[in-house]
């Protein structure tokens, strides 16, 4: 007696291969578009960081953490003024400053602008905000052969590092008004990367100025 065997069908086969394409093209395009927000995330933090900047400037005249008059218009909660030289913390900060167990000049800076309203949050804080990537803003006296007054998103793969110096500049790490670099403990140094790399674990501070 002949046994018979089941199995799939060609038609069932191409059924399941058409259900796991579909399937996998959802992923990739729900990680597309994380990805694209979080681009849209970190460059809206570096504009609103300009504007809150320039409007405490042009309310106080003074740039926030460095002002030093900012201990006697705030007292509840608390402050420390800065020493008013015109310069937010020592000129070229070299590595990425821990709010938690530093008070500066560039971690009062935040709280200055919670306390004047200009950016949001709890305004006892001087931590840094953090940003999409879940990195943190850092806001110093030139980075990366930058001058002036910079602010830096750390924690950025090359996809999102890349994408936001095209966005604001030439899209090349070691050139223009952003930059960006993977070696993250030498912000006071120009940038030696010479392109973006996406490779899943590399991760770039990108710094812009003000």
Request: aromatic share 6%.
């Amino acid at each position: 007696m002949k046994n018979s065997q089941g199995g799939f069908t060609l038609v069932e086969i191409a059924i399941v291969l058409v259900i796991i394409g579909l399937l996998l093209g959802g992923v990739l395009k729900g990680q597309e578009l994380i990805t694209q927000a979080k681009i849209r995330n970190v460059a809206n933090d570096l504009n609103g960081m300009s504007a809150a900047v320039y409007g405490y400037q042009d309310r106080y005249k003074k740039f926030p953490g460095d002002d030093n008059d900012a201990a006697t218009r705030w007292t509840n909660p608390a402050t420390v003024s800065g020493d008013g030289n015109g310069a937010v913390g020592a000129a070229g900060q070299a590595t990425v400053i821990d709010c938690t167990t530093t008070d500066n000049e560039n971690c009062r800076f935040w709280q200055h602008l919670r306390l004047s309203g200009f950016v949001g949050g709890d305004s006892a804080s001087k931590l840094a905000p953090q940003n999409a990537a879940g990195g943190i803003l850092q806001v110093q006296n030139g980075a990366l052969g930058l001058s002036a007054l910079t602010i830096c998103s750390t924690n950025l793969s090359g996809k999102i590092a890349n994408a936001i110096d095209a966005q604001f500049d030439d899209g090349k790490p070691n050139t223009g008004t952003v930059r960006g670099t993977s070696n993250v403990a030498a912000l006071n140094a120009a940038p030696t990367d010479t392109a973006y790399v996406d490779d899943g674990s590399t991760v770039y501070v990108v710094c812009k100025t003000l």
